[in-house]
Structure formats: C-alpha cells, structure tokens
C-alpha cells in the first residue's frame, strides 16, 4: 500500500460528530479535511424558525345607517278657515275670527 497513512476516517460517523467523534478525531479531521470543526457546516445547522406571518389587522366594523328622519309633524290645525265666507267676512266674521285672520293671513282687516 502508498501513500500517506491517514490516522483518522472523517467521513466515518460525520452525521453525528459533534458527539460520536473523540477529541483528537475532531481536532485531526477539521485540520486535515475542514469537517468536524467546531463551526457546524452549514448543512447540520438547523433551519431558521420561520417567520411569524404578522397578524391581520381585525375587519372594520361597519358603521349603521343613521336612522331615517322623524316624520314631520304636520303644522298646527288653523283655529279658523280665513277663505271661508270671505266674501262676506264684515258680517259673517265673529270677531275673534276677525282678529286672527287679519294678524295672521292679512284678511279681514278693517
């Protein structure tokens, strides 16, 4: 046999090293072929946590229609028909009736 006699065989037992190797396999196999150094290679560290997806924002809530207008009421009842007997308002008129037409619908104003 040539060359070359190698103390150590690295790729014996590399899946679980870092605890199934002795310390002067690990010091003669990192110096010699980069493995077993105390770095982990890449491909035996473990995996990032994946991200936590941030939280969605809560749907609005939608805000209720006002409520439709109260239904207007409807104007006070006049206390007399000023277009009534109009024509003859001098004599037909109480006077009551005559005052408050005169001051609220300017008829019957003497």
């Known amino acids: 046999r040539t060359g070359p006699i190698v103390p150590f065989d690295c790729k014996a037992g590399f899946s679980n090293w870092a605890s199934g190797w002795s310390d002067p ?18 491909s035996t560290a473990a995996p990032p946590a994946p991200a936590t997806p941030p939280v969605p924002a809560p749907a609005p809530v939608p805000v209720p229609a006002p409520p439709p207008p109260p239904t207007p009421t409807p104007p006070p009842s006049k206390p007399y028909d000023c277009l009534a007997a109009f024509a003859n308002w001098q004599a037909a008129w109480s006077a009551t009736k005559k005052a408050w037409c005169c001051q609220h619908e300017g008829k019957g104003c003497v």
Do not use: I
């Open 25 to 42: 396999k690990k010091v003669w196999c990192c110096a010699h072929e980069g493995k077993g150094c105390s770095a982990a290679p890449a």
